[in-house]
């Protein structure tokens, strides 16, 4: 089997599903079918299907261009039909990962996903997970699924590998297509023909591992890793505050040093979907084994408190200029949970906009990317523009995000008051008005 699927690789005489139309979905999609593999993406909600089909792309990291042509030449489409996955010899499953209520793992897109395939999968089929997970799950959670639902062996009849998404939202140099890539299969032969499929198609290495689980936990390693640089430098931030020292001149000098240092920087939370959820997954599975893992969990609380210290220290400045939050006008600038994208998974923009309601204030957001959002059901809607009349408008304006198109000149001319939680006025020279995390 291995052969034969080595051979229908190099000659591009395979097709691809991808299983989610996401963030992560999409932009692989595209790259497989870019590479000349015909490709067919799968999702449950029909306006990704129907854009698709369309040929009207949705995601930053993908050209509209590239998405339309492939659609228009028949290399792509989508469908939310899984009885095409019996067409399919390599199934990329791509979908959401996120935390319960009780900020425990909520692995039941992956879990459906599994069944949907093993209804439909035949032989001579390799499945890779991409979506970040706990370290277990592809051997534990997956193959269970696929064998039981398929009727087909791993390893004998198909093959099982684990390979996490490395997508960084509006990063204008690593993309998809020259992002290294890590692969851990179940069996040597499963590693080396997933690694096949990515080396026909990325430009960049691809690093084969002895397993799903060592791949599982490297993709929670390297989020858990920020997670807890940041929290250094969040309860950093505190401290500073508390003695009167700027911690980005701080930060600013340290990075100087050439060896042994990397920038992290403070803010108001932690957003996306990776970094403020991947340390949940490892703590979870921590637990099962009897161990707690200390360090992280105090990172996680760390961080997880940014967005209410954020409103204490906005309280603090309104107080110094004899005004309180209850009954403020606040505008809070930027809602994307990273500055020029227009994604606001997990950001702390919307949490800090939710403790300053708890604490009376009128909040209004204006974000160039986002003009609403939709949380629980409740959509809101922010500001179409801003100009120096509603600045002028608030007591206060935080910023949360760093978008590099605002106007922060005009910004810091007509606030009355500035929180900056980003450093994103570093490079305006009056400061009367602008206080920093």
Not at 415 to 423: C, E, L, M, V
Request: proline content about 4%.
């Amino acid at each position: 089997m291995k052969e034969e699927m080595l051979y229908k690789i190099k000659k591009r005489d395979i097709n691809v599903a991808v299983i989610g139309l996401g963030y992560v979905g999409l932009p692989l999609a595209v790259e497989k079918a870019k590479a000349g593999f015909k490709t067919i993406g799968f999702d449950i909600q029909k306006t990704k299907v129907d854009m698709v089909n369309a040929g009207k792309n949705y995601i930053g990291d993908v050209l509209g261009s590239d998405l339309s042509y492939l659609v228009k030449v028949g290399m792509l489409k989508a469908t939310d039909n899984f009885q095409f996955i019996k067409d399919a010899g390599f199934i990329a499953i791509c979908v959401p990962t996120p935390l319960d209520k009780h900020q425990q793992p909520d692995i039941s897109y992956v879990e459906n996903s599994a069944k949907e395939i093993a209804k439909y999968m035949t032989k001579e089929t390799i499945v890779v997970l991409e979506s970040t997970t706990y370290p277990g799950t592809t051997e534990e959670l997956i193959k269970p699924i696929l064998e039981k639902g398929s009727g087909l062996v791993c390893g004998q009849d198909f093959y099982l590998a684990f390979s996490p998404e490395r997508v960084d939202p509006g990063n204008l140099i690593y993309k998809t297509k020259n992002t290294p890539k890590v692969v851990g299969g179940i069996g040597r032969d499963a590693t080396e023909v997933a690694s096949a499929m990515y080396r026909m198609v990325l430009d960049s290495e691809v690093l084969e591992v002895t397993s799903p689980a060592i791949a599982e936990m490297e993709k929670i390693l390297e989020n858990t890793y920020r997670n807890v640089n940041i929290a250094l430098v969040n309860e950093l931030a505190m401290l500073c505050e508390k003695m009167g020292i700027n911690v980005w001149e701080v930060i600013e000098a340290a990075k100087t040093k050439p060896y042994g240092f990397q920038a992290f920087y403070p803010g108001p939370g932690l957003g996306g979907h990776c970094i403020p959820l991947d340390p949940y997954y490892l703590s979870w599975k921590a637990r099962e084994f009897g161990f707690h893992t200390s360090m992280i969990e105090n990172s996680m609380m760390i961080n997880d408190k940014m967005p209410e210290y954020c409103v204490e220290r906005a309280g603090k400045i309104l107080n110094k200029n004899k005004k309180g939050l209850n009954g403020s006008r606040i505008l809070v600038l930027g809602i994307a949970y990273k500055q020029d994208i227009d994604d606001y998974r997990e950001s702390p923009a919307i949490r800090v906009m939710d403790e300053l309601e708890k604490s009376y204030s009128k909040v209004d957001f204006y974000d160039p990317y986002i003009k609403k959002y939709k949380i629980d059901g409740k959509e809101n809607i922010g500001l179409d523009n801003i100009d120096e009349k509603i600045i002028q408008s608030y007591d206060m304006v935080i910023i949360t995000t760093a978008h590099t198109i605002i106007d922060y000149n005009m910004i810091q001319k007509n606030a009355k008051i500035i929180f900056d939680t980003k450093n994103a006025m570093k490079n305006i020279s009056r400061r009367e008005n602008i206080e920093t995390l």
